[in-house]
């Protein structure tokens, strides 16, 4: 592994980030956001505000490699269970950085006090997340069938995972 870095989404990383998450969205796959989205929509899709926040992983270049999301999955009385979501370059895919952001994500969730974490809509035929979720020590609670529109596989099912925390 190399040197990374993870830390908050600046102005200035978004240019790096905006060309593969448009990529990944456009793709099919994985995400649910409007397909054609400006780089102007998709930011405010993507950063999350406080008490949540938006943070990239890079290289010791200044390369940003991927991005998570995290903060309360609900408002009040849902908020000590926290949610996230993650993207990573294709060109930096099977290198480790999702595992890198996740085990940052759970980290943020445990030292800001939270419960547990709970992932809403991982899509059941993204083998990969739902392997390294699964290995990082989240379970399936359910799936809501045929909730997704893949490109490939038409409708699948999208998984609720969990992590206690406690």
Same mark, same amino acid.
Request: net charge negative; hydrophobic share 40%; glycine share 14%.
């Given at each position: ?9 600046t102005e200035d /990383? ?44 890079? /290289?010791?270049?200044?390369? *940003? ?23 990573? #370059? ?9 595992? #890198?952001?996740?085990? @940052? *994500? ?16 991982? *899509? ?29 596989h038409g409708r *699948?099912?999208?998984?609720?995972? @969990?992590?206690?925390?406690?």
């Amino acid at each position: 592994m190399s040197a990374w870095t993870v830390r908050p989404l600046t102005e200035d /990383d978004w240019p790096q980030v905006w060309p593969w998450w448009r990529e990944t969205v456009e793709a099919g796959e994985t995400y649910a956001y409007p397909l054609g989205s400006t780089s102007e929509e998709a930011r405010a899709l993507w950063t999350t505000n406080p008490p949540g926040l938006t943070v990239v992983l890079h /290289d010791e270049g200044g390369e *940003v490699l991927g991005t998570a999301t995290m903060g309360p999955n609900r408002p009040g009385r849902g908020g000590h269970v926290g949610t996230g979501s993650f993207m990573v #370059a294709p060109h930096a895919r099977g290198r480790g950085v999702g595992r #890198a952001l996740g085990e @940052h *994500v759970v980290a943020w969730h445990r030292a800001q006090g939270y419960a547990a974490i709970q992932f809403n809509a991982v *899509v059941e035929t993204n083998a990969a997340a739902v392997a390294l979720w699964t290995s990082l020590g989240f379970r399936v609670v359910g799936t809501v069938p045929e909730a997704f529109e893949s490109r490939r596989h038409g409708r *699948v099912g999208l998984h609720v995972m @969990h992590l206690p925390l406690g």
